[in-house]
């Protein structure tokens, strides 16, 4: 059995230069194969929305939709560093809903820590949870939550205004309390500049090479229906084909009556049948 992966591996893995590989998982298939594969980290993204569920946006998903899922990825691989993601209006209504939207996270779905989207307005939110003793991942860069108050998906930090303003951030969520940090689609500087400024790691999900690691969207890696075109997304396989394949052989056997055959069919016993006839025939 391997070593259940905590924040202090992740914090001793940055501090020897070896980046942290994170993916999303929505499922308990996926990440049994995402802990074999030897990913550190499984965030089960809100990005569920649109990849799962086929959403516009992320902004639809439920709460007992993330803690049922996310305790499906934790029930599939026990010992990575299993990050919860908080939908939206989870954690924007009061502090004390935050807290037991988070708690949740932690105490049904087994999470390591929960992730928030945040900016300058969350800090004392922030250090509210990790006064409760639940370590908060922040969500910086693009923020897919406030997609209708941006009004688009665009990298950030192209600016030295904007640059600075995310490295700030960074800082000061980082004092109130985050211990972890995703950048999402920010300039190679800004991702290099936030990772120098803390021994906490830093995941880029397009955040450049100057990132403590990276985090992919599963969609993505695997090329599967739902994949983004972003830059920063890299397909690793393509996996629709052989998926594929295998549904039309399924299809084609089920057609021409091959599937399915006696050895996978359940038998009774020649005495058991012989009786059965008899029974039928009366
Ligand atoms: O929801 C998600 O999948 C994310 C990505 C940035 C990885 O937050």
Redesign the pocket.
Known sequence: MSDKITIATLIKKKSSGQPVS?L?SYDVAMAQLSEKAGVDSL??????AQ?VLGMDS?LPVEMDLMIALTAAVRRGAPNVYLVG?MPFLSYQVSEREAILNAGRFMKEAGCDAV?L?VDERHLGLVAALSRANIPVMA?LG?K?QSIHQMGHYRCQGKTASEAIEIVHIAQDILAAGACSI?L??VTSEVGKAVSEITHYPVIG??GGAGCDGQ???LHDLLDLPGAGNAKFTKAYGQISEPILTAMRNYVHEVQSKKFPDASHSYHMSEDEKRQFEQELSK
């Open positions: 994170m999303t965030l089960v993204g809100d990005s569920l990849v992320t993601d992730k989207e969500h693009l897919p995703l999402e689609c999900c397009g985090v992919l969207v």
